[in-house]
């Protein structure tokens, strides 16, 4: 016999212990299975047993996870318990898929819980509520939940408060996240010692809000200021800042922080690693990237298909096609965006060959190619000069494959024509094209305009650069280039003239060496670093060498009054 029926005051056992079943399902469909199995027993009819069966539905990881399915037990459950609304809205507040209609529904799910007099909101409801106002960008209502908060008295709760502090944030109102953030911090340090430990830890995350706000707003002298000031750090304040660094491309400023981190106490994750790879791949630092990947290995962090792209992004472009070879071949899993990390790598090391070969073994494997496949295999025919190759794959991704071209993929023609010099060819794809041509194609056909001395199309190139980016020096400075490459220096000089009157300057040159660890960065005539004049010794003492041996620099672009 139950002993809860003998002694109705023992608690109630958990539903997965009742059913078992509940706790070993996979998948939606063995869910549905056992919601069935239940609808039939009548066991369904079981507050626990159905918010259970809920839960599975709604907070289940992709892809076992069905918010259709979760709406449709929720709505059949006679008096939902608070439990059931609040997995129900934490749900829809929660999903992914930049669809703002489930925060929406989230929000008037809250709306018809207040008015149901059978539950009431709790310290679990609102985060969720507040996310959803966040991803609306809905400030008036999260203020009426913010008076919901105060009236229900739980504006203390450190989850609660830093869901405020982050709606205020991603709704822009800076002021009273900063209000909100400093009277949590203070109240937190007010705290008993009973309770340290757990304060400490709402007071992390508090923290991590407030520096994440900044961040998102590119203002990285306050975040930064947060991050030095916070009392105790944890792994998502290192990444918070690191990923902001490098999304924002302050590379150098990543890798200083992943470096400061690697000396603390706090261990870098597989959010690290995601993070700090493209700022290492930016500054060229290898030895580190190399760091980076054995850490991985030696610290049983899964090299998926996002981390193992990343590495071997990192190899190919740090001149070690070798090293993202065999990156590639060791990954368990490939998808389409691992095949798009080699090819596009072979691409730049001008293997074009070997990058056609991974396509077809791509596509024998059954991996479907994406519009990004097709730029890596255009780009590495343009670079080794393959047009007709070239020109079989782009009517591949039309015809057989139904990919309809992106700007991005009539670039790598025009780029893959003009090299060849078939540069009238070019401009007829250029005028015929769907898509109106932006300052990269342009540039694309003056480059080759120069290569090859094709003075009048370069004219015509340099006028429509002009009209769509008045202001860029890009377009000035390769219509320079061209006249300097046939010797006609009273054109460069008239350019020259021209960008002085119009204020526009070429931005200078900047390059990064990555020596026993450290970055060292270069500008063009810049003698700020602490070795400049050994470093300008050198170059001319290796200048000197490679002229006795028969060398002779390329001249041809370098402006002369004569």
């Given at each position: 016999?139950?002993s ?8 109630t ?6 059913f078992?079943?509940?706790?070993t ?61 609040n ?14 209609e489930?925060?929406?529904?989230a929000?008037l ?36 939940v913010?008076g ?11 989850f ?71 009392p ?52 060229g630092?290898?030895?580190?990237g190399?760091?980076?990947?054995l ?10 298909e ?14 070690s ?5 065999q ?33 077809w ?20 025919c343009?670079h ?12 591949h991704?039309?015809e ?9 993929h ?28 932006d ?8 480059g ?17 650069l002009?009209?769509?980016a008045?202001c ?50 270069f500008l063009?005539?810049?003698d ?22 028969g ?10 009054k004569?």
């Amino acid at each position: 016999m139950n002993s809860t029926i003998l002694n109705p005051t023992a608690a109630t056992p958990h539903p997965s212990v009742l059913f078992p079943e509940l706790q070993t399902c996979k998948t939606i469909r063995d869910v549905k299975q056992v919601h069935a199995k239940l609808i039939k027993t009548g066991h369904i009819r079981d507050p626990l047993v159905a918010a259970e069966v809920l839960r599975f539905c709604a907070l289940s990881d992709p892809p076992h996870r069905d918010l259709h399915y979760a709406r449709h037990i929720f709505h059949h459950m006679d008096q939902p318990n608070c439990f059931s609304w609040n997995t129900l809205i934490r749900a829809l507040s929660e999903t992914t898929n930049n669809n703002i209609e489930d925060p929406l529904q989230a929000f008037l799910l809250f709306h018809a819980m207040l008015c149901n007099e059978f539950v009431k909101p709790n310290c679990f409801t609102f985060p969720s509520v507040l996310k959803a106002c966040a991803k609306l960008g809905r400030l008036e209502e999260g203020k009426q939940v913010h008076g919901m908060v105060i009236k229900y008295r739980i504006e203390n709760d450190e989850f609660v408060l830093s869901n405020l502090v982050r709606m205020y944030l991603l709704c822009g109102v800076m002021d009273d996240a900063y209000i909100l953030f400093e009277a949590g911090v203070r109240d937190n340090e007010l705290e008993s010692e009973k309770i340290e430990k757990r304060r400490q830890m709402g007071n992390v995350i508090l923290w991590n809000v407030m520096i994440d706000g900044y961040v998102r707003l590119g203002d990285f002298e306050l975040a930064r200021k947060l991050f030095d000031e916070m009392p105790q750090r944890s792994v998502v304040s290192w990444n918070s800042m690191i990923s902001g660094y490098a999304q924002h491309d302050f590379f150098k400023e990543a890798i200083e922080l992943f470096r400061e981190m690697q000396m603390g106490d706090a261990n870098p994750n597989y959010i690290t690693l995601v993070s700090v790879l493209p700022a290492i791949t930016r500054l060229g630092a290898l030895e580190l990237g190399k760091w980076v990947h054995l850490y991985a290995v030696k610290n049983g962090i899964v090299i998926d298909e996002v981390l193992g792209s990343a590495l071997i992004d990192m190899y190919s472009k740090c001149g070690s096609i070798e090293k993202a070879l065999q990156a590639f071949e060791d990954l368990q899993q490939k998808n389409v965006i691992t095949w798009n990390a080699i090819i596009s790598g072979l691409a730049i090391h001008g293997r074009a060959k070997d990058a056609i070969d991974h396509f077809w073994r791509m596509q024998q494997t059954g991996v479907a190619p994406s519009d990004a496949t097709y730029i890596g295999l255009l780009s590495a025919c343009s670079h080794a000069g393959l047009v007709q190759e070239g020109r079989s794959i782009f009517d591949h991704m039309v015809e057989v494959v139904g990919l309809e071209p992106r700007i991005e993929h009539y670039g790598c023609m025009v780029d893959l024509l003009g090299r060849a010099g078939l540069l009238e060819e070019a401009e007829e794809l250029i005028i015929n094209m769907p898509h109106k041509p932006d300052d990269v194609i342009m540039k694309a056909l003056l480059g080759a305009c120069k290569i090859h001395g094709n003075v009048e199309i370069g004219k015509q190139v340099a006028k429509s650069l002009k009209n769509m980016a008045p202001c860029d020096s890009g377009s000035y400075v390769a219509l320079s280039n061209m006249y300097a490459s046939l010797r006609n220096w009273e054109a460069v000089a008239e350019v020259r003239l021209m960008m002085k009157k119009m204020d526009i300057r070429k931005d200078p040159g900047c390059s990064w060496i990555e020596l026993d660890g450290v970055i060292h960065e270069f500008l063009v005539e810049d003698d700020s670093h602490p070795r400049a004049k050994e470093i300008r010794m050198m170059l001319e003492e290796m200048s000197y060498k490679l002229g006795l041996i028969g060398y002779m620099p390329d001249t041809t672009q370098v402006y002369s009054k004569e």
